[in-house]
């Protein structure tokens, strides 16, 4: 889409009733268009592209916000529709920030999402060492330069999770916005019925962090980050897949390119001692 085809999108919107004038491009989003008029957001979703990390599901979102409406954790949902074979939607503008500090409120804010019901037709979510490994293999098949990736796979076995929550699937500094006094999480493209763990992953990313904010967390941040979290078994899995979760984000940042975000995973990768037997 052009900047000369939004106004035709627009009109479309007013024919369904939705009169909104001044609409702003917003910046931030990688994967859709997103316009903030007044105090509603619309977005407009690409194909999905074949990411092989991060789906880009409209269907998820809307179900999202209205599975979520009401907890404080999500903009609410006003309306959705498709135009030139393209979903949209519109929810309400939350006035704040994007994030920037203070990563125990993360922590809570996640361990509260883990805590709420899923709605139906989530898909299951990567779990467990051999299901992370099955799908950094499969990131690293439509990669060049796979061959340095592959000697880096972790060693041991983490088995699965018994029991699945709700997750967020892509909760990175730019998808959480601090306002009035809290957080909220946007962009619910990717949610997932899955390991809590992978939230605490997907945040605790130098690439992610270093992409969203513009630098990694330090030691501190991150202590304080899975102190806060308030269930330690969730942590425990995130320390036991760490490696693979690290090897992942790699695989991922050497398939979009991105070779300083990729040498920081792997860097954090070297860095995990051997756990004791």
Same mark, same amino acid.
């Given at each position: 889409?052009?900047?000369?085809?939004?106004?035709?999108?627009?009109?479309?919107?007013?024919?369904?009733?939705?009169?909104?004038?001044?609409?702003?491009?917003?910046?931030?989003?990688?994967?859709?268009?997103?316009?903030?008029?007044?105090?509603?957001?619309?977005?407009?979703?690409?194909?999905?592209?074949g990411?092989?990390?991060?789906?880009?599901?409209p269907?998820?979102?809307?179900?999202?916000?209205?599975?979520?409406?009401?907890?404080?954790?999500?903009?609410?949902?006003l309306?959705?529709?498709?135009?030139?074979?393209?979903?949209?939607?519109?929810?309400?503008?939350?006035?704040?920030?994007?994030?920037?500090?203070?990563?125990?409120?993360?922590?809570?804010?996640?361990?509260?999402?883990?805590?709420?019901?899923?709605?139906?037709?989530?898909?299951?979510?990567?779990?467990?060492? %051999?299901?992370? =490994? +099955?799908?950094?293999?499969?990131? /690293? !098949?439509?990669?060049?330069?796979? @061959?340095?990736?592959?000697?880096?796979?972790?060693?041991?076995?983490?088995?699965?999770?018994?029991?699945?929550?709700?997750?967020?699937?892509?909760?990175?500094p730019?998808?959480?916005?601090?306002?009035?006094?809290?957080?909220?999480?946007?962009?619910?493209?990717?949610?997932?019925?899955?390991?809590?763990?992978e939230?605490?992953?997907?945040?605790?990313?130098?690439?992610?962090?270093?992409?969203?904010?513009?630098?990694?967390?330090?030691?501190?941040?991150?202590?304080?980050?899975?102190?806060?979290?308030?269930?330690?078994?969730?942590?425990?899995?995130?320390?036991a897949l760490?490696?693979?979760?690290?090897?992942?984000?790699?695989?991922?940042?050497?398939? %979009?390119?991105? =070779? +300083?975000?990729?040498?920081?995973? /792997? !860097?954090?990768?070297?860095?995990? @001692?051997?756990?004791?037997?």
């Open positions: 889409m052009t900047t000369d085809d939004s106004p035709a999108l627009f009109r479309h919107l007013a024919e369904q009733g939705w009169l909104l004038s001044d609409p702003v491009p917003l910046t931030g989003g990688r994967s859709n268009q997103v316009w903030r008029a007044g105090e509603v957001v619309v977005k407009l979703y690409r194909s999905d592209g990411n092989p990390l991060f789906a880009n599901d269907i998820r979102e809307r179900q999202a916000l209205q599975a979520l409406d009401g907890t404080g954790m999500v903009p609410r949902y309306a959705h529709g498709s135009w030139q074979k393209r979903d949209w939607l519109i929810y309400t503008h939350l006035r704040g920030t994007p994030w920037t500090r203070d990563t125990g409120h993360v922590a809570r804010l996640l361990g509260i999402l883990h805590d709420q019901v899923g709605f139906a037709n989530l898909p299951e979510g990567v779990n467990g060492s %051999r299901a992370l =490994e +099955a799908q950094t293999l499969a990131i /690293l !098949a439509g990669c060049r330069g796979a @061959k340095g990736l592959l000697n880096r796979r972790p060693q041991g076995v983490v088995p699965p999770c018994a029991q699945t929550v709700l997750i967020h699937g892509d909760p990175v730019g998808n959480l916005m601090a306002h009035d006094g809290t957080l909220a999480l946007i962009d619910w493209q990717c949610p997932q019925l899955g390991d809590p763990a939230d605490l992953a997907l945040f605790l990313s130098p690439a992610m962090q270093l992409l969203y904010r513009g630098r990694t967390l330090d030691p501190a941040e991150e202590a304080q980050f899975t102190a806060a979290y308030p269930d330690r078994r969730v942590v425990a899995r995130y320390f760490r490696p693979w979760y690290h090897w992942r984000m790699a695989a991922y940042c050497e398939w %979009r390119g991105d =070779e +300083a975000a990729r040498d920081l995973e /792997l !860097a954090a990768l070297q860095s995990i @001692k051997p756990r004791s037997a």
